[in-house]
């Protein structure tokens, strides 16, 4: 993954905004959900979920819809459907808007993200 952090930073992933939409969001996670993974997927839903505060400002939200547009993009820097790398970039992206907000991820933000695990995979995924 460390070659692709060259390539893959807040600057590089700003294009994907125009890629963000709530519907394309959910669409992708629940579609891709078993090839994604749980624990990228929960990254991408505390993101989610920070995006909804009112108090997270506008360049913090820029930042968490360019990196939940890259997800949702199927022009990566690293293809989807390539086995094992494929979301590495879609990781790395999250990452570093996770990086960049962490301070607005709070219990209520890990609560909503953790139930909406266990309703994409099941009751009491998100225990594990």
Request: net charge negative.
């Amino acid at each position: 993954m460390s070659g692709n952090k060259d390539k893959v930073n807040e600057e590089s992933i700003k294009k994907f905004e125009k890629d963000y939409s709530e519907e394309s969001f959910f669409d992708k996670i629940l579609k891709y959900a078993k090839v994604i993974g749980v624990n990228l997927i929960y990254k991408a839903l505390q993101l989610y979920y920070v995006l909804q505060k009112p108090d997270v400002p506008a360049a913090d939200k820029g930042v968490i819809i360019a990196a939940l547009g890259y997800l949702i993009s199927p022009l990566d820097f690293i293809p989807d459907p390539i086995p094992v790398a494929g979301y590495t970039d879609d990781a790395l992206a999250l990452a570093l808007a996770i990086a960049k907000v962490s301070v607005y991820i709070d219990e209520e933000v890990n609560r909503l993200a953790k139930q909406k695990i266990d309703d994409i995979f099941g009751q009491g995924t998100s225990d594990n």
